[in-house]
């Protein structure tokens, strides 16, 4: 506040730049709130599902696998609108030139990979898995970087060795396990061998990863991380592939990235800074609906066009449209990992 006896003394560099230091220390406080919630989110949802599991590991056996479809449609339904931001966080929204050749650039990206999977199944689906890996590990090691720049928690963190067990467990032990075939026949017969029968590989390498990753974990007293890990690690054994897949997608990485999109949206920063975490999570969230709304129809025209039927196509097709689109958000969120992991 000025004062209107002395303004010139009032505006002292030193007083400035105490008002801007408790700002952001403000500031951070809030966003760190929000991530910290986020993250209990995740792991109350992860939770809730290896309970549920357990309590239902019969019925699941013998049933049919119709449920197991409906929870991946509602997983991917919760997690579209978390990549539907990209050119916000990335391009000047006054830059119109720019904006449009990134999403042309973006747009047509997505439609090769579409084109590129649909012809090539399985080389197609090996490949989502390993971007899917890397994509999930490092975004989950970025977002524990991020809480660790606003808390006081200085215990070093093994980034790269956590983003390895975090990106595989979710991703190799669902695909690798007995379950696994029944849901790969409904997404798409031809995936049931994608592994070339390396599974039983796939699986012992997956769990010495995250054996050494869980050791030096506790040997750094990073007990935080290895609770995650020890949850993500619950939720591939115990739970169905599509089932443990779907409260993953929406309910950890989705949660997760959305929560960091806010630490860079300009509608959400000015959210923070009037001390509403709650509306800053929002303004992340609703700009990305259009998005879930039009990967759905552009998965229904494609199913139509293909000849094809929407009971035994749609599923299938669904995820290769969010899977080519994962290809640029990989690239676009990839300038936000280096920066939180640097």
Same mark, same amino acid.
């Given at each position: 506040i000025l004062s209107r006896k002395n303004p010139v003394s009032a505006l002292r560099f030193g007083s400035v730049t105490d008002i801007s230091h408790e700002m952001?220390?403000?500031m951070a406080e809030i966003e760190l709130d929000l991530l910290l919630k986020v993250r209990k989110y995740s792991r109350y949802a992860v939770g809730l599902a290896i309970v549920l599991s357990f309590a239902f590991a019969r019925i699941i056996e013998e049933s049919a696998i =119709?449920?197991?479809?409906? !929870?991946?449609?509602?997983a991917l339904a919760i997690g579209i609108p978390h990549g539907a931001l990209d050119h916000l966080v990335t391009l000047p929204r006054s830059s119109a030139k720019k904006m449009a050749l990134f999403i042309t650039v973006y747009v047509a990206v997505a439609i090769l990979a579409v084109i590129a999977?649909? =012809?090539? %199944? !399985?080389v197609g689906f090996i490949l989502v898995v390993i971007m899917s890996a890397v994509h999930f590990g490092i975004g989950d090691a970025a977002f524990i970087s991020e809480i660790d720049r606003r808390s006081e928690a200085k215990k070093r963190f093994q980034k790269y060795l956590y983003a390895t067990?975090?990106?595989?467990?979710?991703?190799?032990?669902?695909?690798?396990?007995?379950?696994?075939?029944?849901a790969l026949e409904k997404v798409n017969p031809a995936l049931v061998d994608w592994h070339q029968g390396l599974n039983n590989d796939l699986l012992l390498w997956t769990m010495l990863i995250t054996a050494f990753a869980l050791l030096r974990l506790i040997q750094r007293r990073r *007990?935080?991380?290895?609770? *995650? &890990?020890? &949850?993500?690690?619950?939720?591939?054994?115990?739970?169905p592939p599509l089932v443990a897949f779907a409260v993953y997608f929406g309910c950890w990485h989705a949660m997760r990235h959305t929560a960091r999109l806010t630490l860079t949206?300009?509608?959400?920063?000015?959210?923070?800074? *009037?001390? %509403?975490?709650s509306k800053a999570f929002l303004r992340a969230v609703l700009p990305g609906t259009p998005a879930l709304v039009g990967t759905f129809i552009v998965a229904a025209l494609i199913v139509i066009f293909r000849g094809d039927s929407l009971d035994d196509q749609f599923l299938w097709v669904s995820l290769v449209v969010v899977w080519a689109l994962t290809v640029p958000h990989m690239a676009v969120t990839a300038r936000l990992d280096r920066k939180a992991l640097n």
């Open positions: 952001g220390w403000k =119709t449920w197991q479809v409906v !929870v991946a449609l509602i999977m649909l =012809t090539w %199944n !399985v067990a975090a990106g595989t467990l979710p991703v190799v032990i669902p695909l690798v396990s007995e379950r696994s075939t029944s *007990d935080g991380e290895a609770i *995650d &890990l020890v &949850l993500l690690y619950l939720l591939a054994v115990t739970a949206l300009p509608s959400s920063q000015a959210a923070f800074a *009037d001390g %509403n975490s």
